[in-house]
């Protein structure tokens, strides 16, 4: 059977396929994004001309690594494409993102785009979301109280820490994740988390990815399209 590594990798791969040379591009979090950074450097070193944006400080300083031009926000009215990798996808292509913790600049770079291609290996698809605990970015401002409020909403949330530490998120943050079981309706319960002040935003991406490229472990892989009644 072929590494997780490489699947994450071939399935990075044949998503930039679809960058264009003069494309606004949005770049993705995390470790199946990390690969697709990679390859548009290999690319933009090979003469395309793209203007970029990241998702994370991480990507970032990988992009800058990689002589990817990256451009100030007010300079672009939008963007093109983004690629980025998620925790879980369904088959609608509602996705829980944020494992890496980089939802909330996920979410408005992807809301922005007029294309969001996912990349994952075929252990992220699921039937039905919610294995994956949702990450929820509150502020840390009375965060005892808004875990109490993700509490009634049916979950145990779990602050997330680092060595130790409270993880803090590129925007100053908390995450909590949610165990929530199995999310029956995703758009219910991404307003209700939404309707919680102190919550800032929720890995629940509804009906914004249009694609999914996903690696099979027999090698092979395919293209998942967003269903045309979402
Ligand atoms: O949402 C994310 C970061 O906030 C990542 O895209 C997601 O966690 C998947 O990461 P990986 O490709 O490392 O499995």
Known sequence: MMRKMNLKKMA?????????DGMRVGLGTGSTAYWAIKRIGERVREGMTIQAVATSKASEKLAAEEGIPLVP?????????TIDGADEVNPELSLIKGGGGALLREKIVA???KQLIIIADEH????????FPLPVEIIPFAHEW????LEKLGCSPQLRTDNDQLYVTDNGNYIADCRFGEIADPAKLH???LYIP??????LFIGMADRAVIADSD??????ERPLNR
Not at 12 to 20: L, P
Not at 73 to 81: A, N, V, Y
């Open 12 to 20: 990075a791969e044949k998503a930039v396929e679809y960058v264009e």
């Open 73 to 81: 926000f007010h300079q672009l009215d939008g963007l093109d494409l």
């Open 111 to 113: 809301y922005h785009s």
């Open 124 to 131: 992220k698809v699921v039937n039905t979301l919610g294995a």
């Open 146 to 149: 808004t875990l109490g409020s």
């Open 191 to 193: 307003q209700q988390l």
């Open 198 to 203: 102190g919550v800032v935003d929720n890995g």
């Open 219 to 224: 090698g092979t892989v395919k293209i998942m």
